[in-house]
């Protein structure tokens, strides 16, 4: 059930939540207790276009005691990079983004928690007009891909069903916007993305040959720099985001798909009953909420990265639990059993 605000109001300080993201400054504070929040600032990223920050408007949690900055990448791998340079303090992205921030050994964050989320709309597209029909169909032909993501590793992994070797195609890798442009431009054959970019490929009239759907375990993680870790007050306010999002998506669950599902047309250009449409499936597929870190969730992603490491992508293997943190989970249980 959601807070009223009544609630909010006294439990303000004890809970905190939205995603903050920005390439600006530094955080504005790293010595903020976890019951100040008023200094505290968190630089939080989105890919696609800020849904969790329109979703916080929508459910009425973004009243947060804290600052959130949100900024805007074309993928995870983005806003791994941002956390890498120092301009995001909280990033969200599928399980691939931290191999390979990690992968020279000096990671500056960790994995903090886990979000479950649906895994439709990860697809290989052709155009509209090509002869291609299925994966097999890619053989010689040029495919863009976005490195580093969840469209790298379920094409890869499509390819190996189909019989064949990444060697086979002539793989492009293209950010989502321009593999779209190259796509309908007809400089590639194929094209494997996901979110918003398949959803505008379709509107132009793509077809799917293959889906990462069943491929990808739905573990989207939470990623904060070291420096959150270090700062009472930007943790507390991480754990306090993190829950707040679950918290609304189960408030739109509640009978308020078609309203939200108006704020995702308006945004995504799409017609408002196939946003809908594809916002009821995705939350009936997997509801999208928070988990803490556990043994499952480490072994999940040491198995992306070993498909990393079989692919040549990563120099060598990769023991990812060297970057995952469990010093969230107590203050995510607390605020998760708040919020729900």
């Given amino acids: 059930m959601l807070f009223r605000r009544s609630q909010r109001a006294s439990a303000a300080l004890a809970l905190l939540l939205p995603f903050a993201a920005a390439c600006g400054g530094k955080a504005t504070a790293t010595s903020a207790s976890a019951s100040d929040q008023s200094s505290v600032t968190l630089r939080v990223g989105a890919t696609g276009w800020k849904v969790e920050e329109a979703l916080l408007r929508f459910a009425h949690l973004d009243d947060t005691p804290y600052k959130v900055k949100w900024s805007l990448f074309q993928g995870g791998d983005q806003q791994l990079q941002a956390i890498r340079a120092g301009a995001l303090d909280v990033a969200e992205s599928s399980e691939i983004p931290p191999i390979f921030a990690s992968a020279d050994g000096r990671p500056n964050f960790k994995v903090v928690a886990v979000q479950r989320g649906s895994t439709l709309n990860q697809e290989v597209v052709v155009p509209e007009g090509s002869e291609a029909t299925d994966i097999a169909d890619l053989k010689g032909k040029k495919v863009g891909y976005v ?13 190996k069903q189909a019989g064949l070797k990444w060697t086979d195609i002539d793989a492009k890798p293209l950010l989502p916007n321009d593999g779209l442009a190259a796509l309908n431009g007809g400089s590639i054959d194929a094209f494997a993305s996901y ?45 306090d985001l993190i829950a707040r999002i679950t918290q609304a998506y189960a408030y739109v669950r509640d009978g308020r798909q ?30 999208t909420q928070a988990r803490t870190v556990g043994d499952d969730t480490i072994a999940s992603q040491q198995k992306v990265a070993d498909v990393f490491a079989e692919l040549g992508a990563l120099r060598s293997p990769l023991d990812v639990k060297s970057f995952w943190s469990r010093e969230l989970n107590t203050d995510l249980n607390t605020d998760l059993r708040k919020a729900l």
């Fill in 147 to 159: 490195q580093n993501t969840t469209a790298h590793y379920f094409l890869y992994e499509l390819l």
């Fill in 195 to 239: 979110g918003t970019s398949i959803i505008t490929a379709h509107q132009q009239g793509a077809t799917t040959i293959g889906s990462g759907k069943d491929i990808l375990s739905g573990n989207f993680l939470w990623t904060a720099r070291d420096s959150v870790l270090k700062s009472a007050g930007q943790r507390a306010a991480t754990a």
């Fill in 258 to 287: 078609n309203a939200f599902a108006k704020v995702i047309a308006t945004t995504t250009h799409q017609p408002l009953a196939q946003a809908e449409k594809d916002f009821r499936a995705q939350q009936a597929q997997r509801p």
